[in-house]
């Protein structure tokens, strides 16, 4: 009887301050999200920027309901990609064939996943890629040692060291694509990763 005379306390407190505040409750989250951005980074050094197009009303892609792949809790969907520049990547990762019916959209991968799919395009297992990350939505924290052990793993599919290739590839693509100060920063993300493992 406890429990349920809490719960009806803690509802009504939150209906009570959401009234107060004239905000419905995902308009309140929207908010916080988006006001945590301004300090967030991608591996550029530049502004985390979404990873969800512009006036997209697309709602499954795998980010934040601003559209950033930012999951700073220690999540790993932080790899921004144009679906249609990785095909058949959901199944070539042994998640089913879901990413087919993301044609025409982007998407956040998971380390883990994007490090498989590049490892197994560097065994010549399936097609090679390219050109498919959206730079300026990867956070910078993808770079960081304390993600290394999610680059490496991935639902029981991973193959042997997928970090080389996964992070590889990633230098690789947004290297070519920055431009000289966004190399620099880039740069030293990858050598400090590079050292601490």
């Known amino acids: 009887m406890k429990r349920i005379n809490l719960l009806l306390c803690f509802v009504l407190f939150v209906c009570v301050y959401l009234s107060y505040c004239n905000k419905p409750l995902i308009e309140t989250m929207d908010h916080e999200d988006h006001r945590s951005h301004s300090s967030l980074l991608n591996i550029y050094g530049e502004p985390l920027q979404p990873c969800r197009p512009k006036g997209s009303s697309d709602r499954r892609g795998s980010w934040n309901?601003?559209?950033?792949?930012?999951?700073?809790?220690g999540g790993v969907h932080q790899i921004c990609v144009e679906v249609d520049k990785t095909p058949n990547f959901s199944y070539t990762t042994g998640q089913g064939r879901w990413s087919e019916g993301r044609r025409g959209k982007n998407h956040?991968?998971?380390?883990?996943?994007?490090?498989?799919?590049?490892?197994?395009?560097?065994?010549?297992?399936?097609?090679?890629?390219?050109?498919?990350?959206?730079?300026?939505?990867?956070?910078?924290?993808?770079?960081?040692?304390?993600?290394?052990?999610?680059?490496?793993?991935?639902?029981?599919?991973?193959?042997p060291d997928q970090i080389v290739q996964g992070v590889d590839a990633l230098y690789e693509q947004c290297y070519e694509k920055g431009n000289d100060s966004q190399k620099e920063y880039l740069q030293s993300l990858y050598d400090n990763l590079i050292n601490e493992l």
């Open 65 to 73: 309901s601003n559209g950033y792949c930012d999951e700073t809790g």
């Open 108 to 159: 956040c991968m998971c380390l883990g996943a994007w490090a498989l799919y590049k490892a197994r395009q560097e065994r010549g297992e399936i097609p090679e890629t390219n050109d498919e990350l959206q730079c300026e939505a990867i956070m910078d924290d993808a770079l960081h040692s304390g993600y290394v052990n999610k680059w490496n793993t991935w639902n029981g599919n991973e193959l």
